[in-house]
């Protein structure tokens, strides 16, 4: 899966959202959900925007870039604390578009970091649990990261790793035979699946650590 957007900005109580436009699709047919983690079951919706964009009222205008983005981009700014979600930690988005009462197109959570953590300080770690899907999940980081640690916490179900939808996939072992799989290349998007010994999909938990490839 493409992405479906990019935050083109990202400051203390600033989120800049960028989508492409798209013909054909209802008036209000940009809407944006959040979660605490990537496994959240059933994401809020905090945001449905016109194809003209949304500014939040929360927002500072005078701080606000201008960017022509007339039939190219729907632009949507907001500030997380505008609907309950603390800034100063990371949570995850998801976007969709809508035509008539159905969400058309889906895409994959995207890790939101805090301004703090978009400088290549430290560590970036992520823990959830997979779907039970046989089907790779796509998980979508907010830059390119690297010096990613992937580890299973599961006692007895694989874990299966890939960096590109299709690829090729490595396997991480029960966590009864400790393993760690190291990715020194960079990466955008992980591509996550749980299996049993048997090879049936399952819901496996797992933890990643990371850092920004390039710091500002």
Do not use: C
């Amino acid at each position: 899966m493409n992405r479906l957007f990019k935050i083109a900005r990202r400051r203390p109580h600033i989120v800049d959202f960028y989508t492409p436009f798209k013909y054909g699709l209802d008036t209000a047919g940009y809407r944006i959900k959040w979660g605490q983690n990537f496994d959240t079951a059933v994401p809020a919706m905090i945001i449905n925007s016109t194809n003209i964009g949304f500014l939040d009222d929360n927002v500072n205008r005078n701080v606000i870039e201008t960017q022509p983005t007339t039939g190219t981009d729907v632009r949507i700014v907001f500030d997380p604390t505008t609907y309950s979600i603390d800034d100063s930690k990371p949570f995850w988005l998801t976007f969709a578009q809508i035509q008539g009462a159905a969400e058309v197109l889906v895409s994959a959570p995207t890790l939101i970091l805090p301004d703090s953590a978009n400088k290549g300080v430290g560590l970036v770690t992520i823990r959830g649990t997979t779907t039970a899907s046989l089907t790779p999940q796509q998980i979508d980081l907010p830059f390119l990261m690297a010096d990613f640690r992937i580890h299973n916490e599961e006692p007895t179900n694989y874990l299966y790793v890939a960096t590109e939808a299709g690829g090729p996939e490595q396997q991480l072992r029960p966590d009864t035979v400790p393993q760690v799989t190291s990715l020194n290349a960079t990466q955008g998007s992980l591509y996550v699946r749980g299996a049993t010994a048997a090879g049936a999909g399952v819901a496996v938990t797992f933890s990643a650590s990371f850092t920004l490839a390039f710091p500002k």
